[in-house]
């Protein structure tokens, strides 16, 4: 009985503390904010995407010269938002990558750009939202279709921050909001080691990050995924609950998936931040779908719609993170003791909770 009171308490207690981390962001939908999620558009996403996806761009491959067709693509949407550049090179932040099959170096880039915070004290912080353009490039052989468009992986992702560029310049957050495309994932997260080598900002200045993965189709191979996405290492950090409440406003369900939520942790972007030490996570509407990895992977498969309701309640998240004096902090889990530790190297040994 007392083993079962203790149970018992300890479920209370946290719920208690799931509800007042909630609570220290404020995800309330005034019409300001709604008029920003009005912005997001099914339609602009699907003209991103049939670009980003197309045969055109070969794949995207790491290095090659679709992926840079891809980088002056999304660098002119940063432009046009009216984004201030974030890179060494405007919105680029060029790297040396290894050419397979060639002793001789090639280039990639990052595309980076800064919606510059308004808060006196908080514009020196910044909150991060992130997807890799990247993907597989073509196959050497073979009959028939042999480019990896990469439509959901992770071109979708890539459209979202591009559209959230669009939907968020207008708004005057307090603390700045990085928008950032990373090459190489698909190579061992190259490029968002390389950012994190070369922040923008000082990394113990970026309160907060959400990468964004295979969030156009929601044909998932567990079954349909509609108004619904998972967060990988949902309980790692406040953030799981930041983004639960903005969902409860826009109508999407945020998860832990019971396996994959803590699998797929280490296996995006989200990782090069986290081992830094900011609460830095992966955002998906699907894990594994039908055409992973397949050539198959075309953009007249996602779901447009569903994807613009996703990226509303990113914006809502982001927003609320990016008004907040509050910064997320890594939980006591235990799987997240390795990010607690590198948290309090980046901020001179002071504790994180």
């Known amino acids: 009985m007392i083993r079962q009171t203790l149970a018992a308490a300890a479920i209370v207690l946290g719920a208690s503390w799931a509800a007042a981390q909630s609570a220290a962001w404020d995800t309330t939908l005034t019409p300001a904010r709604q008029a920003v999620l009005d912005r997001v558009d099914a339609n602009s996403l699907r003209g991103h995407l049939s670009f980003i996806a197309s045969d055109l761009l070969e794949g995207r491959g790491t290095p090659s010269r679709g992926l840079d067709l891809a980088a002056e693509y999304i660098a002119a949407q940063f432009r046009r938002a009216g984004l201030e550049p974030g890179g060494d090179d405007g919105y680029f932040q060029t790297a040396e990558v290894s050419v397979r099959g060639s002793s001789e170096p090639g280039k990639a ?40 468009n990469g439509a959901n992986d992770d071109g979708s992702g890539t459209v979202s921050v591009i559209e959230l560029a669009w939907a968020l310049a207008k708004t005057h957050p307090k603390r700045s909001i990085v928008f950032v495309t990373y090459y190489g994932e698909e190579r061992g997260l190259l490029g968002s080691r390389y950012f994190a080598q070369h922040p923008p900002f000082p990394l113990d200045k970026m309160v907060a990050m959400v990468n964004l993965e295979h969030v156009g189709r929601t044909d998932d191979t567990e079954g349909p995924r509609l108004k619904a996405v998972s967060m990988t290492g949902f309980d790692y950090s406040d953030l799981g609950q930041v983004f639960r409440a903005a969902g409860e406003k826009v109508g999407v369900e945020v998860q832990k998936h019971p396996v994959n939520s803590d699998a797929f942790f280490g296996r995006s972007d989200n990782q090069a931040l986290a081992d830094a030490g900011v609460p830095a996570h992966t955002l998906c509407t699907t894990f594994i779908f039908p055409d992973y990895h397949k050539v198959s992977d075309h953009w007249d498969k996602v779901d447009f719609e569903n994807m613009a309701v996703v990226d509303r309640m990113v914006a809502l998240g982001l927003m609320a993170l990016a008004d907040s004096t509050q910064v997320p902090h890594w939980s006591e889990n235990p799987r997240a003791a390795r990010y607690r530790e590198a948290w309090k190297g980046l901020h001179g040994g002071g504790e994180n909770r």
Request: net charge negative.
């Open 109 to 148: 880039r990052n595309v980076v750009g800064i919606l510059r915070g308004t808060d006196p004290a908080l514009k020196d912080t910044c909150v991060l939202v992130s997807a890799h353009y990247d993907h597989l490039g073509m196959r050497a052989t073979g009959e028939g279709d042999t480019i990896f």
